[in-house]
């Protein structure tokens, strides 16, 4: 009936063959899914195989109307039961079982499924994974068998295509991208399971792709690959990742001063500043000019400026110096630039606005009230022409069809900044200096370009960012113990895959681990990689060494879930993954894994 298919044995809709229903009309039956006369009446001569009721044929398989060889139908719903499709009779009540099967298979009540259900594909009426070459698939589809075209394989969405396997630099057993595993290995260095490490590490020593050795378990170190040599690791004083003069890497951080990635550096300089291996900060300058600087104990203080000391002084009576400019003590500091009294702030770098004018320390002046504009730190008469003319600093005009701000006398229709007490307009915006419409410049950052068209600055996909897995909060369970001798705190390390949604324990990349803890610390330098490659979504899979590696069996998983890295986790430098259940009990033991992004110039 219309694009619904029905069974084909009601009066009102009789048919079979997935041919348009028949309305028998009056004085006809439909029995046997034809229309005949009533007079025929329904017997086991025309209805062999369903059931009589009300003088018409039935298919015998409803819960109304069970039955077959034409006898009379049974109302299986009349007392609670359903109609077994397999020997038309009634049975007990039973709920059919349908989750996870293709149309057309057992629903285990005698009948079949009439929905599809199947994640994978189906063989007839068998539901498989649909994963394999010769049977690839997915939604319940018919499975496909890739291998009857040449070089085609089943990929991660279940289609059959075209897929060169990459296994360069891989270890055997390693994803080849194109659904399969590598077959041998062709990693330079060495083996942990099926990652692939660099082989200069005391932990992971090796080289050829052959299993990586635990050279410090031997009381040695790694050189060229080979346990046994003389050298001494070195890591006194240094960064975690930095060099430890034996052709591996230091796994702690004993820096005393900061970290400028795996440099440690003294961290008493204002443009490196910081301690206990902290990540160097750079002293800034803050939105009134004055600098910060790198006190005694390595931290970012205000600096006292170099001049006549201000301390009790106020109301801009006492002349005084900052820094070799002359100016006024206002609230007991040397204001150089104008007094705002207003707001009790002294403008330093700003006051060059018609409505705060000035310099020296004098009381900053409205220029507007006497229809005038600031211009070297003094209220003139406008002399401009043109769209400008009569109007003040940062009035709105149209230059050529083109949306500004009045900057000294002209439409500025890119954008403005202060320089030497006057309003000055960049007409062709750049990276120093970005914006349109009579906007404020901005200043793009290194990893940032100026999109001249929209006037900001915008993300630069080709620029690098270091990616650190930094720390982890592991949740501690009442009754959970990660390990079953000695301390029950797990031995957390953390795997990672860039740009893929399907996670498993399979990854791509791992920390190193940290032994009886739920607060790891790894400060762990996951590689450098492009904007392009870091935006999306990416598998973290965080795990409890059982074994004396990372990153190789025995292990446990503690969670496994996706991240998304997006455009404003650049401009904060980190990304928390704040949920990551594990995918055997489906709990939530991790309350945090933090990520670091640090810009590579």
Not at 129 to 135: F, H, I, L, S
Request: net charge negative; aromatic share 4%.
């Amino acid at each position: 009936m219309g694009t619904q298919c029905v069974a084909g044995d009601q009066k009102s809709a009789c048919g079979s063959g997935g041919a348009q229903c028949l309305s028998c009309d009056t004085g006809l039956l439909c029995q046997a899914k034809k229309c005949v006369p009533e007079s025929t009446g329904c017997s086991s001569t025309n209805c062999p195989n369903g059931c009589c009721k009300n003088n018409q044929c039935r298919s015998g398989v409803g819960n109304d109307a069970c039955g077959s060889g034409g006898g009379a139908c049974v109302d299986c719903a009349a007392s609670g039961g359903v109609c077994s499709a397999a020997n038309r009779t009634c049975l007990a009540s039973c709920t059919p079982n349908c989750t996870g099967k293709c149309a057309g298979a057992d629903d285990g009540c005698g009948g079949k499924c009439q929905v599809n259900d199947c994640r994978g594909c189906c063989i007839g009426e068998q539901c498989t994974p649909g994963v394999t070459d010769a049977a690839c698939g997915k939604d319940g589809a018919q499975c496909s068998d890739c291998t009857k075209s040449v070089g085609s394989k089943c990929g991660p969405d279940k289609t059959c295509s075209s897929c060169t396997p990459n296994c360069a630099g891989k270890c055997a057993g390693a994803a080849d991208e194109c659904g399969g595993t590598c077959k041998s290995s062709s990693c330079p260095g060495c083996c942990v399971g099926f990652v692939c490490e660099l082989g200069t590490a005391d932990n992971a020593c090796g080289k050829g792709g052959a299993a990586c050795a635990n050279c410090a378990a031997q009381g040695s170190s790694c050189a060229s690959g080979s346990c046994g040599s003389s050298c001494t690791p070195s890591c006194s004083g240094k960064c975690q990742g930095a060099s430890d003069g034996c052709g591996g890497t230091c796994q702690s951080n004993s820096c005393t001063g900061c970290c400028d990635g795996t440099n440690c550096l003294p961290g008493n300089a204002d443009t490196a500043c910081g301690s206990a291996g902290s990540q160097c900060h750079v002293c800034p300058t803050d939105y009134q000019g004055y600098k910060w600087k790198c006190d005694s104990t390595r931290t970012c203080v205000k600096d006292t400026p170099t001049g006549t000391d201000c301390t009790g002084k106020t109301g801009g009576t006492t002349s005084c110096t900052d820094n070799g400019k002359p100016g006024k003590c206002w609230d007991g500091a040397c204001c150089t630039g104008c007094w705002d009294s207003s707001v009790s702030a002294c403008w330093k770098f700003i006051n060059v606005f018609d409505d705060s004018c000035g310099i020296g320390g004098e009381t900053c002046v409205d220029c507007t009230a006497s229809s005038k504009v600031c211009k070297n730190y003094k209220c003139e008469t406008p002399t401009s022409t043109g769209p400008c003319a009569g109007k003040q600093n940062l009035d709105t005009c149209t230059d050529g069809g083109k949306t500004g701000k009045c900057i000294s006398g002209s439409c500025c229709t890119g954008c403005y900044y202060s320089s030497s007490g006057t309003l000055t307009c960049d007409s062709t915006p750049d990276d120093a200096h970005c914006g349109k419409d009579g906007a404020s410049c901005t200043a793009c950052k290194g990893y940032q370009n100026c999109d001249t068209s929209a006037g900001s600055c915008e993300l630069d996909t080709t620029a690098k960012f270091k990616l650190e897995a930094t720390k982890a909060i592991i949740i501690e369970k009442a009754g959970k113990s990660w390990d079953t001798i000695g301390d029950a705190a797990p031995d957390p390390y953390l795997g990672i895959s860039l740009n893929k949604t399907n996670c498993s324990s399979a990854v791509d990349k791992c920390t190193g681990k940290e032994n009886n803890t739920f607060k790891p610390a790894w400060k762990f330098d996951l590689g450098t990689y492009t904007v392009n490659q870091l935006l999306g979504t990416h598998c973290v899979s965080l795990f409890d060494a059982d074994g004396p590696w990372a990153c190789a069996p025995p292990f446990e998983t503690i969670g496994r879930c996706t991240f998304e890295i997006k455009e404003q986790h650049f401009d904060w430098g980190y990304k928390w993954v704040l949920s990551c259940p594990n995918p055997n009990d489906n709990i939530d033991y991790v309350s945090g894994i933090r990520f670091a992004l640090t810009h590579v110039p």
